[in-house]
């Protein structure tokens, strides 16, 4: 079993920044693909980014490419999510998640973390 523990998240005003983190930790597998998704209020679950553990390919949504960042970070198994220039749309609560490395960034993925709630201010 895998354990994923989302931090980082917050109030921001528009135009702003945060970084959100994801631990993981228990039954780690080194071929895996990590990824952050959000979900705002009354929509449905949205793809933000993902990164391959191994080679560190990353894949970006079309609404947060150019803006946001996502890395890993090996010594310390641990996930990260690098937004700027925040927008009120932006605002969601965002979830950490990871699957073995199937080739390819969508979904289903196998573990999920409870989220951190992001708002960004107008």
């Known amino acids: 079993q895998v354990q994923l523990e989302e931090s980082g998240g917050g109030l921001v005003q528009a135009g702003g920044s945060l970084r959100l983190s994801c631990a993981a930790s228990g039954r780690t597998f080194s071929s895996a693909i990590m990824g952050w998704f959000r979900q705002a209020p009354g929509k449905e679950s949205e793809f933000v980014a993902a990164?391959?553990?191994?080679?560190?390919?990353?894949y970006y949504a079309d609404s947060v490419k150019g803006r946001f960042t996502i890395s890993r970070d090996y010594a310390k198994n641990t996930l990260y999510l690098q937004t700027n220039s925040l927008k009120p749309e932006d605002t969601a609560v965002y979830y950490c998640a990871a699957k073995r490395n199937s080739g390819s960034f969508n979904p289903p993925y196998d573990y999920w973390g409870q989220g951190t709630q992001v708002t960004v201010s107008s």
């Open positions: 990164i391959t553990w191994i080679g560190g390919i990353a």
